[in-house]
């Protein structure tokens, strides 16, 4: 089984669907991530061409700590019209063939993530077949995001932070960091797997919320409501 994570930026893919990305690699299935671009002008202090290089470094690392393949698009920052991005996407789903396909939720505030969102739609909405699409929580998509579904990450928990931890932005937000963090990734993230935990009644859980009419691959093991 293929798995196709969607992220708008290097990080997003890893920090909204580490978890999941870990364990199914543990199973044995194929994990792709494409970042549709780098995000090389997030940096606060490094020009982007140097923050760019730094990024592909960091993206490689993670997947590596995950277990999966990481895939750039090409594209620089900021992200194009979803209609220019579409066909790009496509064309990987088409590659791949993925039997799950993960990407950001349309209610953000960030516009690169409204448009990541809707390139991706339109990508699947030309496959030839019908393809699952499931969106995991992101603290910068939370409007209108209700979670249905849980998948217990606990086992693979460390790992998911290791591979967060290569990245420079996420380790700015850490409690030790004497840098300023804009966005508090640790914070949130650690906090919701422990709350999303509860929820799914285990210690650590990923909460996702399907599109209309997606089912998930039973092997995977998401608690679905």
Known sequence: MTILIVGAHALD????????????????????????????RGHPTL??????????????????????????????????????????????????DPALLVTHW???????????????????????RRIPVIYPENCEDLDGFLPDCFLPISDVYESWLEALRCYELFRRSEPDSKAHSEIPYWSFYTATARVRGLQAGVDMAGAFMREAGSEIPSELGFRCR
């Open 106 to 128: 349309k209610g953000s505030w960030h516009r690169s993530h409204r448009r990541s969102h809707a390139a991706t739609l339109a990508a699947v909405h030309q496959s030839h």
């Open 13 to 40: 893919a890893e920090i909204m669907a580490g978890g999941l990305a870990a364990r199914a690699a543990r199973d044995g299935h194929r994990v792709v991530l494409l970042h549709l671009s780098r995000g090389e």
């Open 47 to 96: 020009p982007p061409t140097r923050f760019a290089r730094q990024l592909d470094d960091e993206m490689d690392r993670a997947a590596r700590v995950l277990g999966v393949e990481s895939r750039w698009s090409g594209l620089p920052a900021p992200i194009p019209h979803p209609d220019e991005i579409a066909p790009l996407v496509a064309a990987h789903v088409e590659e791949l």
